[in-house]
Each structure stands twice: as C-alpha cells, then as structure tokens.
C-alpha cells in the first residue's frame, strides 16, 4: 500500500470531484484499490490470531464503496474523498444493520488515519440489548470503562448524538445512567499519516484494534434480537 500516492490521489480527488476526472484516473483508483484490500486482507490474517471470529470475514465485504449515495443529501459530490474498511464476522457494515462490533478504519483526503472500535449508532433494538447489557453486566461494564490500555489509546467512549434525558424505560438515578444515555458504543481516534508509510499504518492500526477488544468481546456478550 503507496500511502503517499492514496493521499495524493485522494487530494486531488477532492479537488475534482465529478465523473469526467475519476473516469480519467481510474487506472490510478484500481491500482489503490486492490493495495487497499490487501492491506485489509493482512489486518483480517493478523488480528483473527487474537479474535478468531473474524477470521472467516471477506475482506473484500469489507470495503466500502467510494462512491456516495447521494439521494438524501445537499451535497451532490458523486464520490467520497477517503478510504474505509469495516471488520466484523457478520459482514453487516452498516450501522442501521445492526452487525455487531467492527474494527473500522479510513484513510482520508487531508492526509489523515482515523480508526474506531465498537458499534455506531446500532438500530434502536440492538441499542436497548446493549443498554440492557449495562444493567446486566454493569461490573463488567465498570471495568471496560476502566481499562487504562484503552483510555490511553482512545479516550473515553464517544458521545455524538447522545441524549438530553435518560432512554425511557430506564432509572433515571442509576449510578451509569450517562451511559444509559449513549447512542453509540465506541471509541474512536486519528492521527497524521505524516511521514508515516504502510508498515506504520498496519502496526497502528494492529494496536488500536487489539487494545479494544475488551469492547469488542463485552458488546458481543450483548443479546442479539
């Protein structure tokens, strides 16, 4: 995997984000592709030697496309300006799916590494298993919320689109209650890929995901509906 030249033709594909450029450049865009694969295949070799259930996971199920849907939204850009890949056994990559755990990473035009752990934004029945979870294993919890390795790595879990008031259904005076509250279950980073080449990143990466697998292992204890 070029890092260099992804970054670069990713740049320049924020620069020129329409159909005519891309058709241009897509001998440059196949090459980076098919590195970009195996650069998940090696991740998905090298991380199931620690959690075996990602072992049978299909790298190229993984990727996510580049281009955008752009049905919904304001911005009509027909292709996304970064890399992604999300890991997990089910294969089921979109949040509204409600997969699971996954290991995800991107690559993106500003020349920067972003990866996270966890479950974003799961469907509202997976969401209240996993709340339920917090309650049922809340000593379990205590300690993963705890975990040195992983604050250091991480931070604490992230907060987007956390709610105002308790979920209904739940204590409003429970001692984790701001928890309760989360709608994501995640921890999530970035960095500067500045001077930093493939190796770099794999190495990473490696260690990111593999100091958040306490997460990874406690969300799959969660009941699946």
Same mark, same amino acid.
């Given at each position: 995997?070029?890092?260099?030249?992804?970054?670069?033709?990713?740049?320049?594909?924020?620069?020129?984000?329409?159909?005519?450029?891309?058709?241009?450049?897509?001998?440059?865009?196949?090459?980076?592709?098919?590195?970009?694969?195996?650069?998940?295949?090696?991740?998905?070799?090298?991380?199931?030697?620690?959690?075996?259930?990602?072992?049978?996971?299909?790298?190229?199920?993984?990727?996510?496309?580049?281009?955008?849907?752009?049905?919904?939204?304001?911005?009509?850009?027909?292709?996304?300006?970064?890399?992604?890949?999300?890991?997990?056994?089910? /294969?089921? +990559? &979109?949040?509204?799916?409600?997969?699971?755990?996954?290991?995800? #990473?991107?690559?993106? %035009?500003?020349?920067?590494? $972003?990866?996270?752990?966890?479950?974003?934004?799961?469907?509202?029945?997976?969401?209240?298993?996993?709340?339920?979870?917090?309650?049922?294993?809340?000593? /379990?919890? +205590? &300690?993963?919320?705890?975990?040195?390795?992983?604050?250091?790595? #991480?931070?604490?879990? %992230?907060?987007?689109?956390? $709610?105002?008031?308790?979920?209904?259904?739940?204590?409003?005076?429970?001692?984790?209650?701001?928890?309760?509250?989360?709608?994501?279950?995640?921890?999530?980073?970035?960095?500067?890929?500045?001077?930093?080449?493939?190796?770099?990143?794999?190495?990473?990466?490696?260690?990111?995901?593999?100091?958040?697998?306490?997460?990874?292992?406690?969300?799959?204890?969660?009941?699946?509906?």
């Amino acid at each position: 995997m070029h890092i260099p030249e992804l970054s670069r033709f990713l740049f320049e594909l924020a620069e020129n984000n329409n159909r005519a450029w891309f058709v241009m450049n897509k001998p440059r865009y196949d090459i980076l592709r098919a590195e970009f694969l195996q650069m998940v295949t090696r991740l998905i070799q090298e991380l199931s030697k620690i959690d075996p259930a990602i072992a049978q996971c299909d790298p190229k199920k993984a990727l996510f496309r580049i281009n955008r849907d752009v049905r919904f939204g304001k911005d009509k850009s027909p292709y996304k300006t970064y890399f992604s890949a999300s890991i997990l056994p089910s /294969g089921r +990559k &979109k949040p509204s799916e409600g997969g699971g755990p996954a290991y995800y #990473f991107q690559i993106s %035009q500003d020349n920067r590494l $972003l990866f996270a752990v966890g479950e974003y934004m799961p469907p509202a029945d997976r969401l209240k298993n996993i709340r339920q979870h917090i309650l049922d294993d809340d000593t /379990g919890f +205590k &300690k993963l919320i705890k975990n040195k390795a992983m604050k250091n790595c #991480f931070g604490e879990l %992230q907060e987007e689109g956390k $709610l105002i008031r308790p979920p209904k259904g739940f204590d409003p005076e429970h001692a984790l209650i701001e928890y309760l509250k989360l709608k994501s279950m995640m921890v999530w980073t970035e960095c500067s890929l500045d001077g930093m080449l493939y190796e770099d990143v794999h190495k990473t990466l490696l260690c990111g995901f593999k100091t958040a697998l306490p997460l990874v292992t406690w969300l799959r204890e969660a009941k699946f509906s």
